[in-house]
Every structure is written in C-alpha cells, then in structure tokens.
C-alpha cells in the first residue's frame, strides 16, 4: 500500500472517527479508536464482501420491521435501500462491490434495530408525524409476545389455508368481530388480555400510527379467529342452533325428558367435533372431547355432545376412533423414547432400530398428510361432511395404522433391558416372518418396506468391512462380533485364524434363512478380510472383483439396484411400460431431429473446452448421450455411472408393482446370494492367490506330507533308521536336541532353507523299546503366521498321529528285516541237529514270515492306498481351490481321511489295538531269534503261534465287517490280503 494512499486513509479515518464518536483527537479515545482502525487496515487481508449475506440482512431487517408493527419503517427502510443501490454506477467504480462493502459497513456500525423510533425518520412530503401511544407521549405500548400467539391453538393446522375468511371459527359464532366494524361494536371488550379496539375512522388517523393501526387489527384477528376461546368455556357453552326440525335439538330433548340438567352438558357443532377428530389423529393429546387417563388411553368426555346426539349416541361414534389414537402415541413414543436423554442410563439405541423408527414415521406422515387433505376439504366446507362421511373415509386409511401397530408389537422389544444385537437381530427376523406369514398385500408391503430399510444397517455394516477392512459395530447390534483381546487386525504372533464369533441369537432368529446365510458368509468373509488388513492388502480387493472401467458400487446401492431388477419381473403393466418407453424415444427422435444442429455442436464444443466432468454431471439430463458417452470421469464413463435410480419410498414402488403378493423371500435371498458369493469369490481369490504365489503354502503341505507321512521315503528312511539305532543302543538318546540335530542333519541335504524349522521333542522317558520311545516322540515344524492359519496346532497333533503309527510300522519291518538266518545255524551244520532243533527253528521263521506278510499288508495298505492316493487328491483339489477357506476345508477333510483310514479313530480302536500286538510280537520274535533260545522255546513258541492266529483271524472277521457294515470300502485291499488261509505249525 502506497505511502500517500495511506496518508489519505488515515485523514479520512481520523474525519470518521470524529463524526461517529464525537471524539477529539487530543482525547484519549481518540487515539485508542485510530490505532484499532489503522492496525485492522494495515493488516487486513482485504477479502471480498459477501454480497448475498448482506441482500438476506436487508431482507431479514425488512421482516424483522414488519413483525414489530413498523411497516412504515420497514417500507422507508427498503426505499432507502434501493435508492442508495441506484444513486451511483457502482459496477464503474474501480473498487469491486463497493456498495456491498458501504452497507456492510452501515450493519456493522448499526446499534439495536428492533428499538427503532418512529419519531427518528425524517419524512419527506406528504408524511404525517404521529405518536406511538395515541393519547400520552411517556406511555409505551405494550409489547405482545407474537410467539405465543401463533403457538396457541395448533397452528401447523393453518399453514395451508388460502384466505383469512375460510378460518374454521368462520361458522362458529354468528355474531363475531367484525374488523370493519365502528367502535360500537368493539366497546363491550373490557378485558386487557382481550383485543384492544380502536375507532377506525379515516378523520382522526392524522395523528394515529398505521402501523400501531395494523398491530392492533392484528390482535383483534389473532383473538376471533385462531385462539380457541371455546375451550374454557365448555361448561357453559351451547352451540346455537336455528333449525326448526326436533332432531336438531334431540340432545336437548332427550336430557330434559330424562330429568337431565342440561345446562351442565355442553355442545359444539358438528363441525369443530370433527376439527378436533382430525387434530387427534395428527397429534393425540388430551383435548376437548377427547380425554386421556393415566394409562395413556383415550375416551370421550362424558358431558359433551352436538344438539342432534345425544351422549350416549355421541361417544359410541367416536369412541372407536380412540384406540387408533393410542396406537398413533404408542408409535410416535417410541421414537422419543429412543432419543431421549438419560443422566444415568449412558445406553444407546441400536442404529437398526433408529432405521426403523425413521421409515416407520414416514408411514405415520403419509397418513397425516392424508389427514390434512380431509381437512383441507372440511375446511373450505364445500361438500357437508358429517360423522358418518367423515369416518368413511378415514376407515380406508386405518387399517395402515392397525397393520403398522401389530407389526410394531410384535417386532419390539425393550432395548434397555435386552442386548441391542438381541433387539436388532429380532427385529429383523420378525419382519421377515411377518412378510412371509402377511395374508394381505398392503401388510405385505409394508413389512417389506420396514425390513428393506432395516436391513440397510447390517448391509453398510457389511460393506464397510468388507470394502474397507473396518469392523464398524459402533453399537453392538451387528450378529458376529469381535473376539474380546483380538485387535484391529490378525496378530503376527496370533495362530488363531478364528478372530469373531457369532452372538448368541434367539430361535426366531436361527430359524430365519436370510440371517443363517448372513452368519454363514460373513463368517467367512470376515476372516479373510482381516487377514487381507494385516497383510496391508486391503486395497487390492477391487483389483479382482471389479474391472479397471466400472464404478465401485456400495453393498446397499448394489442390493438395491438388484432389487429393482427383480421386483420389476413381475410387474402387471411391464409390457404397457416396455411400449410406453419404446414411443417415448421414438418421440424423442423426432424431436431432437428438429434441434438446430449448428446450435448443439456450439454446445457440445464449449462443454468439451471446459473438461469438467462435474458439470458435465450436473446437466446430464439437458444434454446429448453422444457427450456422456465420450467424456469420463476419472476413467469411470458419465453413462455407466447413471444407474437405475430407485424410488425412495419402497412401499409405493412395491404397490404399483403387482395386485398380488411377490415371493420376496424367493427375491431377497437369489440378491443377497448373488451379491455376497461375488465379493466373497474376488477377497478369496485374493487371498489364495497371496498364501500360494508369496508365502508358498502349496510347498508347506507337500513338505509336510514329505516328512510327517513319509512320502520321499528315501530321505526319511535314513532319519528312522537312525532313530532305531540310537534309541536301541544309546543310553542318551531321550535328549531333544540331539534328536534335532540329527534330523535337521537329514533334512538339510534336501530341504536347505527349512530345515532349521524342524524339531524333535521327547519326553522324560528312559527305554530302550522303540515301541515305547516312539509313544513319547513329538514332531515339530515351526511356521510363522500366516501359514499357521492352514497349519495350525490341531492339524500338527493329527500329523503327529499318522507320523508315530508309521514310525511304528517301519520299525516292526526293520526289525523283521534284520533278523539273520545265521543266528538260527550257529556253528554246528544243520545236519547235525536234532529235529526238535530242527523244527523249533522251521517254527520261528514261520512266523517271522507271517508277521512279514501282515506288517507288510498294512504298510503297503497305508503307504500306497491311503497316503498316495489321498495326496494325489488333495492337490487336485488344491489345484481347483478359488479360496483360503476351501484350502482349509480340503486340507482338514484330507487329514480326516487319513486319520480315518489309518484305523486311528475311536471307531477303530479294536483293529488299531490289534495291529499294535502283531507289532509287538516282532520284539518278542527279535528276542527269541537265536538257536541257543530255542531249545527249551516250545511253549513260548505255542504261544506266539496261538496269538498270531487269533490276531490275524480276529483282523480278517472286522476288516470283513467293516467292509460291509461300515461302508469302508477302502479296506477292501487290506481285508483281502487278511483273508488268506494260513498253516503255521505242523502238528
């Protein structure tokens, strides 16, 4: 800012200040007023006025003005106003808006307005001077409290009357105030808080405000046309009527025939009882006619009547009306009751039930305003309408307030005392039912529209975790919740796949399929969501799920969308609509044939010059499809993003659908279905597809049925083998790491990277029995998250199982294997033996060969028709698995199998029992597998032989059995090989 610009701001500055302060510039005020003015210019960012919240202060001044009875003032303000804004070219002046910038300043500066003096106008020509009081210039007028005024007497009744004559007091007293009336006739109001009158005579306003004039006529109006005099005065109160007719008088008659005091019953027109009919239904409250008691139930006052009804004939029309109004309350409170504050109560409502009530009061109001149609028709008095009449039609819109009020009751529960995933999960599920049990369309449809805006909670509930990876249940209403410890996400250190569980739910609830199939998916979902989240994968989702030009679509728009789709199937005029819209563009053909097509192109030029596709958005509706289908929004074509747009009341949609009743069930579940299976198939696929190309889980199984089932049997065989040999011949071979070492030993020589991952734990046991050392040997294969989630603990004891039963077979056929038939011979010849030698020798190698043949049978059983078999089927299956959960699910079922066919169930424990005595049996042959032992052996030998048949008969009976009885039909190869016949002694 320029040095002499400022010099002269600061002379105009110190001119201003003296004008409105009256200051000196010796004065200390003065100078306090110039540095705050002069610091506020220095530093000021000089920003553009607001122009249009300065023409809305003018307005709201106006209005202001008015209210306060100053309509003069109001009117010279405005003249003011105008002429300043057409005294000066303002647009020529250099600075910007500079007439916004004056009256801005002139607000600022203004002190208190709706204290404005009359006296303080100066008025032109032709203006006359008054006084506000109109008899003592130091008596002040009694301000009224216009608030209360227009408060009183219900006046959302009156919003949408045309003129002040159709009022409904219009016909209640014949001889009400007359506002054009002489003063005569406003002289017998004596009351100060009635209407005060003034003589309105055009001679004597010379010194008489108009706008005090226009307050008072006001007043007057306010008193004899809105406020409802009547009320108070009831008791006393009769409704004059001048028909000649007796049945216009009945109530009259009847009282004094019966000895009746008439002059305690009070009675209104027929008119101002039906008035006050329909402001009950619009706001149910203790009134005239209508009482309530202290259970909040409505009846008729008992001393009231209309001259042609007696009470008795009076409070039996009406008195069915009152349970509709206390259905109207019961709706309307539990709406405040979800809103209302407690000190001690810190309980929110659930948001499903906040849906609910806000759909549920749209049906409450599409009747109220039904309600205010009839008495917009009462009210103009065009047609009689009478009790009868008027119930008539009101019956055709009760039975909506019966069926909202039954559905209500029977969905509800108390959300304070119950959990809100209780409260809402029911609310759900009785909806649901209460559609598929509805007799009635209209019930129908109105349940539907309940339960659809329901359920939307749940569904953004859904979409948010699913889209975003956040498990936003602000309220606990949602049916799966988060494991109590279990953070945001999947912990590293965590083997738990398992982070939600489901809520416990009531039995209507687990018998609804819509939440069974929620609970199923979700369940699934969730999990692989969250482990998408710890893997900071999230935002990959869409990458699978949708292509690169289509617009990511909330769970709700998409359910909806759907659901306009289906429900339009069995649309009743779909083919009157399908015509309709065929004409409609042939139509508009024709007519856009007629544009002007030099005018269209300009257009299309400028639109295309300005690249904003939010404008482009905007007028959409106005402009050629050729532009939208050319010009995109951030990849995303203008005319892919206009969808099917869904109407907002889905009862009325569903009403002009069909006559008859949809199959909603049949419709809800193919949406969800469709909807939950397709973003359920993109987030699995996603997660395969980063557990198998990054952290290699397909190689993990292998080499876990490499190692546990012993399938690179070239590898394991030097491990076991050493194995026997050490525990059979070291005293310290129960020590864990030494175990380790030498299987990490073995394992290295293949498996280079992994094979530190291997360990060997033993417990303190001291043998030197294979047998009983294998018992105590646990194999460990250390993984790290998120290969744990597939290889978890259940699966390594299971692992650990079939891992010790091999081991066990593998020991039995090494020791059988190694049985030299030298240790038989010894040193002498065998033709020098006796044959009792002889035979005891013949006799032992019968078994050995017998128990070869049976340990053989199983291993091969096991090696070849259950480990190999079901691995080949295991990585078909995990060649065609789309999800991380399908993975699971087929390792488990194949561990299963395996446990299963490996005779390691409880089902089996007598076969498994006896395979394991033909194993020990090798120990005892080892044992005896000497010449030297076997000369005095004969009963030992009897022994074995009588135990070796009975196990073997024993093993070829209940693989038989099972065959047939059990349906094992994969121990056919093994019962075969059992049932052989065999001789093992000659006797």
């Not at 009134?287 to 007696?310: A, C, G, H, W, Y």
């Not at 399929?513 to 710890?534: A, N």
């Not at 002007?596 to 509706?621: G, R, T, V």
Request: aromatic residues 12%; contains cysteine; glycine residues 2%.
């Amino acid at each position: 800012m320029g040095t002499k610009i400022l010099n002269d701001i600061h002379n105009d500055m110190k001119q201003l200040i003296t004008a409105i302060t009256s200051f000196e510039e010796n004065e200390e005020g003065f100078r306090i007023c110039e540095r705050f003015c002069m610091t506020n210019i220095k530093h000021h960012r000089y920003l553009s006025v607001n122009s249009n919240s300065t023409k809305q202060a003018i307005k709201a001044l106006i209005t202001k003005f008015s209210i306060h009875g100053k309509y003069d003032v109001a009117k010279k303000f405005e003249e003011l106003v105008d002429a300043f804004l057409l005294s000066f070219n303002f647009e020529q002046h250099p600075q910007y808006d500079l007439q916004w910038y004056l009256l801005t300043l002139l607000f600022e500066l203004a002190k208190e307005t709706c204290k404005s003096d009359l006296e303080s106008l100066k008025l032109t020509r032709g203006e006359y001077t008054f006084n506000v009081s109109g008899e003592d210039e130091n008596e002040v007028t009694e301000e009224i409290d216009w608030a209360e005024y227009l408060k009183e007497g219900q006046e959302n009744f009156f919003n949408d009357y045309k003129s002040d004559s159709e009022s409904e007091w219009s016909n209640d007293i014949e001889d009400d105030v007359d506002l054009d009336s002489n003063f005569e006739a406003c002289t017998n109001i004596t009351n100060s808080n009635k209407a005060v009158c003034i003589p309105f005579v055009e001679k004597e306003l010379n010194n008489l405000s108009l706008a005090l004039n226009e307050e008072l006529k006001s007043k007057n109006w306010l008193f004899s046309n809105v406020q409802n005099t009547w009320w108070n005065e009831l008791r006393w109160r009769k409704y004059p009527v001048k028909s000649r007719f007796c049945d216009a008088h009945l109530c009259e008659i009847w009282h004094k025939a019966n000895g009746g005091d008439f002059y305690t019953l009070g009675t209104l027109s027929e008119y101002l009882v039906c008035r006050e009919l329909l402001w009950m239904f619009y706001a149910p409250t203790q009134m005239v006619v209508f009482q309530q008691n202290k259970k909040t139930e409505f009846f008729i006052r008992s001393d009231i009547s209309i001259p042609s009804l007696t009470t008795v004939a009076f409070n039996s029309i009406l008195s069915p009306f009152c349970k509709y109004f206390s259905m109207i309350r019961d709706i309307e409170q539990f709406g405040i009751r979800l809103y209302s504050k407690q000190d001690n109560f810190c309980k929110k409502p659930p948001l499903t039930y906040e849906t609910y009530n806000a759909i549920l009061r749209q049906h409450l109001m599409k009747f109220k305003e039904k309600i205010i149609d009839v008495e917009k028709i009462l009210v103009k008095q065009d047609s009689n309408l009478t009790f009868l009449s008027l119930s008539s039609i009101l019956k055709k819109n009760l039975y909506s307030i019966q069926i909202l009020h039954e559905i209500h009751k029977k969905s509800i529960c108390n959300w304070k005392l119950h959990p809100n995933w209780k409260c809402a999960s029911k609310l759900l599920s009785s909806l649901y039912f209460e559609i598929q049990n509805s007799h009635n369309r209209e019930r129908t449809n109105i349940c539907t529209s309940l339960y659809l805006s329901s359920l939307t909670v749940y569904l953004n509930i859904i979409d948010t975790w699913l889209s975003e990876g956040r498990f936003e249940d602000w309220r606990e209403e949602f049916i799966i919740a988060r494991l109590s410890g279990s953070g945001s996400a999947v912990s590293e250190s965590s083997i738990q796949y398992e982070t939600f569980f489901l809520r416990p739910l009531d039995s209507i609830c687990l018998a609804d399929p819509v939440l069974q199939f929620l609970i199923k998916k979700i369940q699934h979902i969730g999990q692989s969501i969250e482990l998408l989240v710890s893997l900071d994968r999230i935002t990959d989702i869409w990458k699978i799920s949708i292509g690169r030009n289509e617009l990511k679509k909330s769970l709700v728009d998409e359910f909806y969308t759907k659901l306009e789709v289906e429900i339009s199937k069995y649309s009743i005029n779909k083919q009157k609509e399908e015509e309709s819209v065929s004409s409609f563009q042939e139509e508009e053909e024709v007519i856009k044939n007629e544009y002007d097509e030099d005018m269209e192109k300009n257009i299309i030029k400028q639109l295309s010059e300005f690249n904003n596709p939010f404008l482009l958005k905007a007028l959409e509706d106005y402009l050629p499809s050729e532009l939208l289908k050319r010009d995109n929004v951030d990849g995303v074509g203008i005319s892919e993003i206009q969808n099917i747009q869904i109407e907002t009341n889905i009862f009325k949609r569903l009403e002009k659908i069909s006559n008859y009743i949809l199959p909603l069930r049949k419709i809800l579940e193919n949406i969800l279905t469709e909807i939950l299976i397709s973003r359920y198939n993109g987030v699995s696929k996603l997660v395969k597809n980063i557990m198998c190309e990054e952290y290699k889980l397909e190689s993990h199984l292998t080499l876990m049925r490499s190692v546990y089932m012993m399938e690179a049997g070239h590898i394991m065989n030097k491990f076991y083998q050493r194995l026997f040999y050490e525990i059979e011949t070291n005293q310290m071979w129960n020590n864990s790491y030494f175990l380790s070492c030498i299987l990490e030993e073995i394992l290295s020589q293949w498996w280079t990277d992994s094979s530190s991952r291997w360990s060997i734990t033993v417990s303190n046991t001291h043998t030197n029995q294979v047998l009983m050392a294998v018992d105590n040997i646990t194999l460990h294969y250390t993984i790290g998250w998120p290969i744990n989630i597939v290889l978890s603990e259940k699966t390594f004891i299971k692992y650990n199982e079939i891992f010790r039963f091999q081991l066990k077979l593998k020991w039995a056929l090494w020791t059988l294997n190694n049985l030299r038939f030298n240790d038989l011979e010894g040193s002498k010849s065998v033709c020098k033996r006796n044959k009792l030698e002889q035979f005891h020798i013949r006799r032992i190698e019968s078994l050995r060969f017998c128990l070869l043949h049976a340990i053989t049978s199983v291993h091969t059983y096991l090696s070849g028709q259950v480990l190999q078999n079901l691995s080949l089927m295991l990585e078909k299956s995990l060649t065609q698995a789309e999800s991380l959960d399908t993975i699971i699910s087929v390792h488990n079922e194949y561990l299963k199998k395996v446990h299963e066919h490996c005779l390691l169930t409880s089902e089996y424990e007598d076969l498994m029992a006896t395979i394991n005595n033909l194993i020990e049996m090798c120990n005892h042959i080892r044992a005896r597998w000497n010449y030297k032992k076997l000369t005095f052996a004969s009963e030992e030998l009897d022994v074995l032989e009588n135990s070796y048949n009975k196990y073997h008969t024993y093993l070829a009976l209940a693989l038989h059995n099972a065959v047939q009885n059990k349906d094992a039909n994969y121990l056919t190869g093994l019962s075969s090989a059992f049932n052989c016949s065999m001789s093992y002694v000659q006797q």
